[in-house]
């Protein structure tokens, strides 16, 4: 069974609770961070690394004795990756290629009319896998700069195993990087807050998971600030509320030593299986 754990905002406590519900199940589950752009999962964790792998992606490369510089690479791409100077007056024109808005389609090389695009791999990122104590872990880890995080996020999911309880922590927000993420899970649990900033990416969030039919439920974090208006808006929709996480100095105080809810406070782990339990039923309904 695979659960993402996603949130429409950044900061509402989405590692947090994919954390907390890792550990709890111990190594029946494996704690997968496709947070790739500020993976902060193995702060809690404070995995053995045992394995590490590249990821590149696919760019082009222009043979300026080739290129006749007739544009037709810059208008078939969508993303304005590559721009094409024609020749002036003394001076050589030149195909330009901005290798980071590049997506890899391969359209340029396959339109070019003088075959003068072939493909180079650059590195983008890398992948690790390790543990703790029989629980896995894997995380993704973007090169600073670069902007195309979705390929990293599948290069990680494709060395996940469903054989145990998956336990994803997804970026924040409703964007590529968290459909990349999210796709293919069985359940995702969003992240709340009580707040209006927390209510309205809630709704972001939920209008995404229809679209993309994830059964889903919410976990309020900080409950009790705020006002009711998150709870009243899950009550009128139908959504489950599979948990409320009280908001307590002490467990921000943990937070911020780099510990977990259910280290520092075991009553906790019960909610946590409870909640992993609740949404086994209801999957394999």
């Known amino acids: 069974m695979i659960i993402s754990v996603a949130s429409g905002k950044g900061g509402t406590g989405k590692t947090t609770v994919s954390v907390s519900l890792a550990l709890s199940l111990k190594d029946k589950a494996k704690l997968i961070d496709c947070d790739v752009e500020e993976p902060n999962a193995h702060i809690f964790i404070k995995p053995i690394i045992t394995e590490e792998y590249p990821v590149c992606a696919i760019v082009p490369e222009i043979d300026?004795?080739?290129?006749?510089?007739c544009g037709k690479c810059g208008?078939?791409?969508?993303?304005?990756?590559?721009?094409?100077?024609p020749d002036k007056p003394g001076v050589k024109g030149q195909t330009i290629v901005f290798s980071e808005l590049c997506h890899g389609c391969g359209a340029c090389m396959y339109f070019c009319p003088k075959l003068a695009i072939k493909e180079k791999e650059r590195k983008i990122g890398l992948v690790q896998k390790g543990y703790r104590a029989g629980l896995g872990f894997i995380q993704g880890k973007l090169n600073i700069g670069e902007a195309m995080s979705p390929p990293v996020i599948r290069e990680v999911k494709k060395r996940m195993s469903a054989e145990t309880t998956?336990?994803?922590?997804?970026?924040?927000g409703t964007t590529c990087p968290v459909i990349a993420a999210i796709n293919g899970s069985d359940y995702c649990?969003?992240?709340?807050?009580?707040?209006?900033?927390?209510?309205?990416?809630?709704v972001l969030a939920t209008e995404l998971l229809e679209k993309m039919k994830i059964p889903y439920g919410v976990v309020i974090n900080r409950s009790g600030m705020g006002d009711?208006?998150?709870m009243a808006y899950c009550q009128k929709n139908g959504i489950p509320v599979l948990m409320e996480i009280p908001f307590r100095k002490e467990i921000a105080m943990?937070?911020?030593?780099?510990?977990?809810?259910?280290?520092?406070?075991p009553e906790y782990e019960k909610s946590f299986i409870q909640m992993v339990d609740n949404i086994r039923v209801y999957v394999e309904k």
């Open 189 to 202: 649990v969003l992240v709340t807050e009580p707040t209006p900033f927390g209510l309205n990416d809630l």
């Open 75 to 85: 208008e078939i791409c969508e993303y304005n990756a590559i721009a094409v100077m």
């Open 254 to 265: 943990s937070y911020s030593r780099g510990r977990s809810i259910v280290e520092d406070f």
């Open 166 to 172: 998956v336990i994803i922590d997804a970026p924040p």
């Open 64 to 69: 300026s004795g080739k290129c006749k510089l």
């Open 228 to 230: 009711g208006k998150t």
